[in-house]
Structures are given as C-alpha cells and as structure tokens.
C-alpha cells in the first residue's frame, strides 16, 4: 500500500532557529515527490518538485532534498511568515493524470 | 497566481438535502481533481479526469459523483447530504507537461451537514 508519512506532527520554533521536517514513503512506483504549503481555511500551494534521488531545490528560506526513502524540507532562518503547515505528496499515477497521495502535514509555528 | 475558483466557501445544510459544489479553472488544464480533506488529516482523492467527457474514481470511496462538460468546470454532486459528509473539499488542475506536472488547488468547500 501507498504510504506517506510526515514527521513531526507539529514544530515550534523560534525566528531564525532553522530546522528540518521529514517526509518518508512507500510506494509502489515514485513518479515525483511534491511539497505544499496551506494555511488555515485554504487550499494547498504548490512550493516543490522533486524526481530523483539527489536532487535538491530551493526557494527563499526553504530547500527540499530528496533519497530514494524520504525528502527533508529544509528552513533555513525561518520568519513569522513561513507558519503553516507543509504538505508532502507523492505522486503514484501513470503519465495520463497526477495522483497524489498526501502525508498529514508538519503544522509550524514560527514564533517572533 | 493559480485561477482556480471553488464556490461556495462553505456550506452548512440538512440532511438529505441535494448540493452541487463548483470548481473552475481559466488556466486551459485538461486535468482535474477532487480531493476530500478533514480537520487535521491527510487529503484523500476522490475523484480525477482526464479532459472533457473523462471522470475517474480516486482511491477513497465517496457517494459523491462528478462531471466534466467543459474543460474548465468540474463540479462536484451529492444527490443525498448525510452528515458523514462534512469535510472540506478541495478542486484542483494541472496541465500536461507529464505525471509530475505540479495540481494548483482551489481554496477549498468547507461543507457541514446537519
């Protein structure tokens, strides 16, 4: 069975304090690693793509790599603004249409 | 930034009650998407197609059924609300530049049966 997990749950940390949330899955067949963010009462916003083991890519404050078992997304110095909570999906479906299988998310809180 | 629109934000309704939640997109994307969130957990896919004419089931069984008439509208219908439905339902395209191809979500239906 497809599975997406997440770790931690939940991260409190303090402005400038950097840190990493996980992500590991079992899947059948990975065809891309995606991470979201979503703040409360609205849908997910797409931050990342990753296809390959090695891979890394960044924006902003943030960077997500990806091996063959588990994806870290990186905060690097993280501001009040960067509280919500990061979504990683994996994509399990052929090349007609994307399906997503989601982990529950790591809900941040960045305190000032 | 995505246009994609879900209407309404939320909806509040009796049991038994027919609800027809709408979702469009202007961005040209032949692929759509239904997924059911509740609080706290994970999103689950309920519904996809492929383009016009196309509508598949997602791997979580919903009584919900959906149609794709125009490329940029999807709604999503209950013919029967029942309080196990209270959920948030999000809607979302993506375009075809393959599998990997990143989904651009709406803002989401937060519907409550009573």
């Known amino acids: 069975e497809d599975q997406v997990t997440q770790s931690p749950e939940a991260l409190r940390l303090q402005e400038g304090e950097s840190s990493s949330l996980n992500c590991s899955y079992t899947?059948?067949?990975?065809?891309?690693l995606f991470w979201y963010r979503q703040d409360p009462g609205k849908g997910p916003e797409f931050l990342f793509t990753l296809y390959s083991a090695g891979e890394e890519k960044e924006k902003e404050r943030l960077k997500a790599t990806l091996t063959k078992k588990e994806s870290f997304l990186h905060i690097t110095a993280p501001k009040p603004e960067d509280s919500a909570t990061y979504l990683c999906a994996v994509n399990v479906g052929g090349w007609g249409a994307q399906k997503l299988v989601f982990g529950q998310g790591t809900r941040l809180t960045i305190n000032p | 930034e995505a246009d994609i629109y879900q209407t309404p934000r939320y909806l509040v309704i009796g049991t038994g009650k027919k609800i027809t939640l709408e979702c469009s997109q202007t961005?040209?994307?032949?692929?759509m998407y239904w997924y059911q969130q509740d609080p706290g957990m994970e999103l689950h896919l309920i519904h996809y197609s492929y383009g016009v004419n196309s509508t598949e089931k997602g791997d979580l069984s919903s009584e919900s059924t959906v149609s794709r008439i125009r490329t940029e509208h999807f709604p999503l219908t209950l013919e029967s609300a029942r309080p196990s439905h209270t959920s948030q339902y999000l809607c979302?395209?993506?375009?075809?530049?393959?599998?990997?191809?990143?989904?651009?979500f709406g803002q989401g239906t937060r519907l409550t049966v009573v």
């Open positions: 979302a395209s993506s375009g075809s530049r393959g599998p990997n191809t990143e989904a651009f």
């Open positions: 961005m040209g994307h032949d692929k």
């Open positions: 899947v059948s067949g990975l065809r891309g």
